[in-house]
């Protein structure tokens, strides 16, 4: 195991750091994304880094990425160290990087749900409405939507929560034209995956896509391009298949028992974030390799390949 909680300096210029990833610029106008192995949970950093997370984050993303090229084309260059300019091949940054192309990002998150649950099933027991649209009556926690429905949301600023959003409202933001097609789009490649993941043993119950816009479009393609990370524990809910009965959520395989210990103990989910034990951090690290193996069927031990 390898543990990464912050990217070292680099003769780069920084563009940002999000709560798990850091993003540079590179001289030819690609980017580098570097995935570390920060965890948060309530929108709050922990202190304590997971180990290997960032790594399964962009082994999983690079195995997603080459499954669903015939149906999106992806921004995602390189996962390998030697693409990079020599002063940047370092050795703790191996399996964690992406290099990739620069697209204009789009102000929509489209989520994708299969079940009900999360923010959504808190919004359906209160209104009996999926991000403001209509939803069929007399759904349980956790059940199966009749087909797999695209939910968007908006991009929070740091610290801040993302806002659901209905359909319509998509459109005011990015037009109607292209929230169809970023509608179209996210639930082909749902609809990819799900089989996927069940054949894995998993329940793919939702998921967040983003996308951005190439500034290079030339009549082959429109310019869309799915960004960032693709079907990963911190972007998707996974369920075992044998966990899940309608009327409670199961665990996930993602930051569950972080999430779990911090509910029992009364934090108000503000910072400072209080210290997570051994256990709590070593089964977290557990659950998120477990997703990565037996979804794409390699041993983390063996990424990055050469």
Known sequence: MSTLASVPDLPLEHLHSGKVRDLFALADGSLLMVATDRLSAFD?????????????????????FAQLADVVQGHLLSTKLSSLPEPVRRSELAGRIMLCRRARMLPVECIVRSHVTGSAWKEYRAEGTIHGMAAPAGLREADRLPEPMFTPSTKAAVGDHDEN???????????????ERLRSVSLEVFARALPIAESAGFILADTKF?????????????????????????SSRFWAVQDWSPGATPHGFDKQPVRDYLDGLGWD??????????????????????AYERICGSSLDDWPGA
Do not use: N
Request: include cysteine; charge should be negative.
């Open 44 to 64: 709050v950093v922990m202190a304590e880094p997971v180990p290997d997370k960032g790594r399964v984050l962009t082994a999983m993303s690079s195995w997603w």
């Open 165 to 179: 959003i209905s359909f319509d409202r998509a459109v005011e933001l990015v037009g109607g034209d292209m929230a």
């Open 210 to 234: 983003e996308f951005g816009l190439l500034p290079e479009a030339d009549g082959t393609h429109d310019g869309l391009v799915l960004c960032d990370e693709v079907l990963t524990p911190d």
């Open 269 to 290: 989910k503000t910072p400072p974030p209080p210290q997570l034990p051994d256990e709590v951090v070593a089964e977290t690290a557990q659950r998120y390799r477990f």
